[in-house]
């Protein structure tokens, strides 16, 4: 079983950067694709970033456009999500989430952190 705990989510204006940071335990960290969702209210939970074991393959979802990056540190069990050039839109729960293959639809994912707000203002 493997748990996840999400970190650097906050309010920030339009323009700005944020980190996100997701912690692991209690499972071989190492093995899982490790991927960052959003939802935002009302809407469907969507692909952000995703990463494979060994950090060499990623998926990237839509609505990035090369603003976000995703990184792994197996030796740190946790994973990463840098943002640049935030914008409104982008305001979300940020969610953390392992599994076992890499894949860009969320419920491949079996495992999940609580989520981290993240709110851009105008």
């Known amino acids: 079983q493997v748990q996840l705990v999400e970190s650097g989510g906050g309010l920030v204006q339009a323009g700005g950067s944020l980190r996100l940071s997701c912690a692991a335990s209690?499972?071989?960290?190492?093995?899982?694709?490790m991927g960052w969702f959003r939802q935002a209210p009302g809407k469907e939970r969507e692909l952000v970033l995703a990463?494979?074991?060994?950090?060499?393959?990623?998926y990237v979802g839509d609505s990035v456009n090369g603003r976000f990056t995703i990184s792994r540190d197996n030796a740190k069990n946790t994973v990463y999500l840098q943002m640049n050039s935030l914008k409104p839109e982008d305001t979300a729960v940020y969610y953390c989430a392992a599994g076992e293959t890499l894949d860009n639809n969320y419920k491949y994912y079996h495992y999940w952190g609580q989520g981290t707000q993240v709110t851009v203002s105008s």
């Open positions: 209690g499972g071989t960290f190492s093995s899982y694709a």
């Open positions: 990463i494979s074991w060994s950090g060499g393959t990623t």
